[in-house]
């Protein structure tokens, strides 16, 4: 089973930056983060293909960048001009190629405050 293994949460104040490193257990053809906050569904901040082709959530663009290491199985998600409403816990996620079973991280926590 593919393992995905997150870090680089915290808490920072408004205005701040986080950068959030997702390592895989192999290589995997779609990589992104979704998050959740209490209360709330899970929902996609960003993600990225093997070949670099991104996508972002609308609340984040302009903010977030999402980029990949495909020798080191890595994703990061650099988080800049970071607001109170991005408190959430951050999961990775995977996707192999020609497969729709999706493999999730534990999940980092990110509070920013006010």
């Known amino acids: 089973q593919v393992q995905l293994v997150e870090s680089g949460g915290g808490l920072v104040q408004a205005g701040g930056s986080l950068r959030l490193s997702c390592v895989a257990s192999?290589?995997?053809?779609?990589m992104g983060w979704y998050r959740q906050a209490p209360g709330k569904q899970r929902e996609l901040v960003a993600a990225?293909?093997?070949?670099?082709?991104?996508n972002y959530a609308d609340s984040v663009k302009g903010r977030f960048i999402i980029s990949r290491d495909n020798a080191k199985n890595t994703v990061y998600l650099q988080m800049n001009s970071l607001k109170p409403e991005d408190t959430a816990v951050y999961y990775c996620?995977?996707?192999?190629?020609?497969?729709?079973?999706?493999?999730w991280g534990q999940g980092t926590q990110v509070t920013v405050s006010s």
């Open positions: 990225i293909t093997r070949g670099g082709s991104t």
């Open positions: 996620n995977g996707v192999l190629q020609f497969s729709t079973r999706d493999y």
């Open positions: 192999g290589s995997i053809f779609r």
